[in-house]
């Protein structure tokens, strides 16, 4: 089937904007709000995976973590369905589709129109178009980007390593395949959209004042009890 240019312009428009609006949905805001309570005023106000964590605990942290990185998928998926037959203007097949997809739903992400345009950090987002493009790398670094989640407990930290590596990865893939600038662009725009919205954890981790997500909190062992016997002030041991 041959796509037409203007069908191939109107495909990439719908799969940018539905993008954008499909990131608008925060699972964060939703699932507190549900709870009662608004994780845009807990913590560090930041509704996201990390702050769910430290707000409202590991479960509700998880839950976030897990629809966040499906909010990353589908974008990616509808646009390799609907950018993927023939090539989007030339510029390099479906896996244009997935980069327009991927940045979308992260700027949606980070600046929802619904919650004037404040919204979570994206790397939860990212993580989820990291899986849909490259699936070996992506799980392997959220594997050890939970480990070193457990002994570091820095959040940004973990975010950066988390999806640094399978975007790279894709990137020199692009390279590799002659596929065009522009692609490499897109990739290195949604990390870059990332990074300035962690910016000032940037700045914190380096003054040393980061905040600290403990997955696993250690056990304070409790005195044991006085079983003395008192008379009249007179203490006698068990």
Same mark, same amino acid.
């Given at each position: 089937? *041959?796509?037409?240019? +203007?069908?191939?312009?109107?495909?990439?428009?719908?799969?940018?904007?539905?993008?954008?609006?499909?990131?608008?949905? !925060?699972?964060?805001?939703?699932?507190?709000?549900?709870?009662?309570?608004?994780?845009?005023?807990?913590?560090?106000? !930041?509704?996201?995976?990390?702050?769910?964590?430290?707000?409202?605990?590991?479960?509700?942290?998880?839950?976030?973590?897990?629809?966040?990185?499906?909010?990353?998928?589908?974008?990616?998926?509808?646009?390799?369905?609907?950018?993927?037959?023939?090539?989007?203007?030339?510029?390099?097949?479906?896996?244009?589709?997935?980069?327009?997809?991927?940045?979308?739903? @992260?700027?949606?992400?980070?600046?929802?129109?619904?919650?004037?345009?404040?919204?979570?950090?994206?790397?939860?987002?990212? *993580?989820?178009?990291?899986?849909?493009?490259?699936?070996?790398?992506?799980?392997?670094?959220?594997?050890?980007?939970?480990?070193?989640?457990?002994?570091?407990?820095?959040?940004?930290?973990?975010?950066?390593?988390?999806?640094?590596?399978?975007?790279?990865? +894709?990137?020199?893939?692009?390279?590799?395949?002659?596929?065009?600038?522009?692609? @490499?662009?897109?990739?290195?725009?949604?990390?870059?959209?990332?990074?300035?919205?962690?910016?000032?954890?940037?700045?914190?981790?380096?003054?040393? !004042?980061?905040?600290?997500?403990?997955?696993?909190?250690?056990?304070?062992?409790?005195?044991?009890?006085?079983?003395?016997?008192?008379?009249?002030?007179? @203490?006698?041991? +068990?």
């Amino acid at each position: 089937m *041959v796509i037409s240019r +203007e069908m191939q312009i109107l495909a990439g428009v719908l799969v940018a904007v539905g993008s954008y609006l499909f990131g608008n949905i !925060n699972s964060a805001i939703l699932i507190s709000k549900l709870k009662g309570k608004d994780i845009r005023k807990c913590g560090s106000g !930041n509704p996201g995976t990390m702050n769910m964590l430290r707000s409202l605990g590991k479960p509700l942290g998880a839950l976030t973590f897990v629809l966040d990185i499906l909010k990353g998928v589908v974008p990616c998926l509808l646009g390799w369905l609907f950018m993927g037959d023939g090539e989007f203007l030339r510029l390099g097949g479906e896996r244009m589709g997935m980069y327009v997809g991927g940045l979308s739903v @992260t700027l949606g992400h980070i600046y929802p129109v619904f919650y004037k345009f404040k919204g979570g950090k994206g790397a939860a987002t990212i *993580v989820g178009v990291c899986l849909t493009m490259q699936p070996l790398y992506a799980l392997g670094f959220v594997a050890a980007g939970i480990a070193f989640l457990f002994f570091a407990k820095i959040g940004s930290l973990t975010s950066f390593i988390i999806i640094s590596a399978p975007l790279t990865v +894709e990137g020199v893939r692009a390279a590799s395949q002659s596929m065009p600038v522009l692609c @490499t662009v897109l990739l290195f725009a949604m990390f870059a959209l990332s990074l300035f919205a962690h910016r000032k954890n940037v700045v914190k981790l380096f003054s040393g !004042n980061e905040g600290r997500v403990v997955l696993k909190k250690s056990k304070k062992h409790k005195p044991a009890p006085d079983r003395s016997i008192r008379f009249d002030a007179v @203490t006698v041991a +068990e």
